[in-house]
């Protein structure tokens, strides 16, 4: 079955770095196009950044540009975010997303805290 795992979220101060993990099993995900998206208590799920299969493509949404870069390891089945220049309003837990057969598929999320 689908499995996505993600890792590597914490508390950080405003400006740090983190970087996030996602392991993926159960699908050929050298084949398929990954996306990380946030959501915040309250609030919707939102796209941040996303991946096509021989990363030669990646897209992000507008709050992030510039700031944070997604990438993949086919070899280990694994995607990754860094994230650099965090703020406050970064603070959310990230998921880690494929769209595969008709469904949407979530791993467990990693909470990220910017605060001082």
């Known amino acids: 079955q689908v499995q996505l795992v993600e890792s590597g979220g914490g508390l950080v101060q405003p400006g740090g770095s983190l970087r996030l993990s996602c392991a993926a099993s159960?699908?050929?995900?050298?084949?398929?196009?990954m996306t990380w998206f946030r959501q915040t208590p309250g609030g919707a799920r939102e796209f941040v950044a996303g991946i096509n299969w021989s990363s030669s493509n990646t897209v992000y949404a507008d709050s992030v540009q510039g700031r944070f870069t997604i990438s993949r390891d086919n070899a280990k089945n694994t995607v990754f975010m860094q994230m650099s220049t965090l703020k406050p309003t970064d603070t959310a837990v990230y998921y880690c997303n494929v769209f595969l057969g008709g469904f949407n598929y979530w791993g467990q999320g990693t909470q990220v805290t910017v605060s001082s």
């Open positions: 159960g699908f050929n995900f050298s084949t398929y196009y």
